[in-house]
């Protein structure tokens, strides 16, 4: 062996040492920075902020020069540097943008993230780091299914009609199956458009009393809903009594007794009522007759009574009239109104008769003396009926005489007879 040969051998030598001394060097401080271990879950088509933490347990600062994630078919991603610079012995943050892919079913997998820095003494580091996510599967809003209302119209005959209100507001074709067991239906089977409300009407021949006509609504191929409408023929209804209840006295002021009757002699009567106050405060009330005819009068009077004060009110009436009989209103108004009817009876009612006067023959003097003299009394009727009796006489007894034909003369006069 030569000097030559025998000192390239120790040249090799040395920088073999040389190499291995610094690979072990570069090696302890990159051994020094790692992750920690994260898992994340994403939302379909949301955008989230996630960090991946770094420890640095090297006695040198660490930088963080890049950022990646790896590319994946279940979610998009970009990383980010948060922390430039990770002090010896602690750590610090990198980061990713990740949007979720959009599934039906939850998807899990596992990803990488790459890190590229170095130490303040020039050395530079690659880390790798895996870590799991789960991707949710999108959440399905829910179905919203057709609707069905039935209503019917049928005559005693057995006829009419089967109205259909239905609703479809998914993008499905509904359909309505009808299933009779004797009516004739002029359609069984109907297709309702998607997105579209429409009132569908069935004519109904031969049905019979009380049957019942499914419909089924179906969304697509599947059954939704099944209602019904039942062929009840229209009857007759008895008049239902009315519920009277039962009396509740007010506590307001009630009239407890009244004259039903009145008599109007010359003129003059005075009608009554008691008045009883059922409450416990004072009230006070209007009292009158209403519906007096005409030449009859009566005053309004406001009365106030105690609490539970009972009083009778007399009602001073004047006036008369030719109605022999007539109906009058008692009113009492306060907090309620009162009504009641009174009967008055007209014991001297004017009367127009009729006198002959300057009669040539008795017989019209006698008559005009019999209807002044009538009365309401026994005496007078059978007065009445004698001086009939005898002007019955006398006509029979002078026959055709000219006397006859001139019983009364032509000059009248109307004369105002009171009976006493």
């Given at each position: 062996?030569?000097?030559?040969?025998?000192?390239?051998?120790?040249?090799?030598?040395?920088?073999?040492?040389?190499?291995?001394?610094?690979?072990?060097?570069?090696?302890?401080?990159?051994?020094?920075?790692?992750?920690?271990?994260?898992?994340?879950?994403?939302?379909?088509?949301v955008e989230k902020e996630i960090d991946f933490r770094i420890k640095n347990n090297a006695h040198e600062d660490f930088f963080?020069d890049l950022v990646s994630v790896e590319k994946n078919n279940l979610f998009s991603a970009t990383g980010k540097i948060v922390?430039?610079?990770?002090?010896?012995?602690?750590?610090?943050?990198?980061?990713?943008?990740?949007?979720?892919?959009?599934?039906?079913?939850?998807?899990?997998?596992?990803?990488?993230?790459?890190?590229?820095?170095?130490?303040?003494?020039?050395?530079?580091?690659?880390?790798?780091?895996?870590?799991?996510?789960?991707?949710?599967?999108?959440?399905?809003?829910?179905?919203?299914?057709?609707?069905?209302?039935?209503?019917?119209?049928?005559?005693?005959?057995?006829?009419?009609?089967?109205?259909?209100?239905?609703?479809?507001?998914?993008?499905?074709?509904?359909?309505?199956?009808?299933?009779?067991?004797?009516?004739?239906?002029?359609?069984?089977?109907?297709?309702?458009?998607?997105?579209?409300?429409?009132?569908?009407?069935?004519?109904?021949?031969?049905?019979?009393?009380?049957?019942?006509?499914?419909?089924?609504?179906?969304?697509?191929?599947?059954?939704?809903?099944?209602?019904?409408?039942?062929?009840?023929?229209?009857?007759?209804?008895?008049?239902?009594?009315?519920?009277?209840?039962?009396?509740?006295?007010?506590?307001?002021?009630?009239?407890?007794?009244?004259?039903?009757?009145?008599?109007?002699?010359?003129?003059?009567?005075?009608?009554?009522?008691?008045?009883?106050?059922?409450?416990?405060?004072?009230?006070?009330?209007?009292?009158?007759?209403?519906?007096?005819?005409?030449?009859?009068?009566?005053?309004?009077?406001?009365?106030?009574?105690?609490?539970?004060?009972?009083?009778?009110?007399?009602?001073?009436?004047?006036?008369?009239?030719?109605?022999?009989?007539?109906?009058?209103?008692?009113?009492?108004?306060?907090?309620?109104?009162?009504?009641?009817?009174?009967?008055?009876?007209?014991?001297?009612?004017?009367?127009?008769?009729?006198?002959?006067?300057?009669?040539?023959?008795?017989?019209?003097?006698?008559?005009?003396?019999?209807?002044?003299?009538?009365?309401?009394?026994?005496?007078?009727?059978?007065?009445?009926?004698?001086i009939i009796l005898l002007i019955l006489l006398i006509f029979w007894n002078a026959g055709d005489s000219p006397q006859a034909?001139?019983?009364?003369?032509?000059?009248?006069?109307?004369?105002?007879?009171?009976?006493?």
């Amino acid at each position: 062996m030569t000097v030559k040969t025998a000192l390239s051998i120790i040249c090799i030598g040395i920088f073999l040492v040389l190499f291995s001394v610094g690979s072990v060097a570069q090696s302890s401080f990159c051994s020094a920075v790692s992750f920690t271990d994260e898992s994340f879950s994403l939302v379909p088509s949301v955008e989230k902020e996630i960090d991946f933490r770094i420890k640095n347990n090297a006695h040198e600062d660490f930088f963080i020069d890049l950022v990646s994630v790896e590319k994946n078919n279940l979610f998009s991603a970009t990383g980010k540097i948060v922390d430039n610079k990770i002090f010896a012995f602690d750590s610090g943050r990198v980061g990713a943008t990740v949007t979720g892919g959009v599934f039906e079913e939850q998807k899990t997998a596992q990803e990488s993230i790459f890190v590229t820095g170095h130490f303040e003494n020039g050395e530079r580091c690659f880390l790798e780091h895996e870590f799991y996510f789960m991707v949710k599967p999108v959440e399905k809003a829910p179905e919203v299914l057709p609707e069905l209302m039935v209503e019917k119209e049928i005559d005693a005959t057995g006829a009419g009609f089967i109205y259909l209100n239905v609703k479809n507001p998914n993008s499905k074709i509904a359909s309505i199956k009808a299933e009779p067991s004797v009516a004739l239906l002029n359609r069984t089977f109907i297709e309702v458009k998607p997105f579209t409300n429409e009132r569908l009407a069935v004519s109904v021949n031969f049905a019979k009393d009380g049957e019942i006509v499914y419909f089924n609504l179906f969304s697509g191929a599947k059954l939704v809903s099944q209602k019904y409408a039942k062929l009840d023929f229209p009857k007759e209804e008895e008049p239902v009594p009315p519920i009277i209840p039962p009396f509740m006295e007010e506590k307001n002021v009630q009239i407890s007794s009244y004259s039903a009757t009145v008599s109007l002699i010359d003129g003059m009567a005075d009608a009554w009522v008691v008045l009883d106050n059922k409450s416990d405060s004072e009230k006070t009330v209007f009292v009158g007759l209403k519906n007096l005819p005409e030449g009859v009068q009566s005053q309004t009077v406001q009365v106030t009574l105690a609490p539970h004060q009972k009083r009778q009110i007399v009602l001073p009436v004047n006036g008369n009239t030719v109605l022999p009989v007539f109906n009058a209103i008692l009113s009492v108004e306060g907090d309620s109104l009162l009504n009641r009817q009174i009967v008055f009876e007209n014991k001297t009612p004017l009367t127009q008769v009729q006198v002959p006067v300057d009669t040539q023959d008795g017989i019209g003097g006698i008559a005009a003396t019999a209807f002044a003299l009538l009365s309401e009394n026994v005496l007078g009727i059978i007065f009445a009926l004698v001086i009939i009796l005898l002007i019955l006489l006398i006509f029979w007894n002078a026959g055709d005489s000219p006397q006859a034909k001139q019983a009364w003369v032509s000059k009248t006069q109307v004369v105002v007879v009171r009976r006493q």
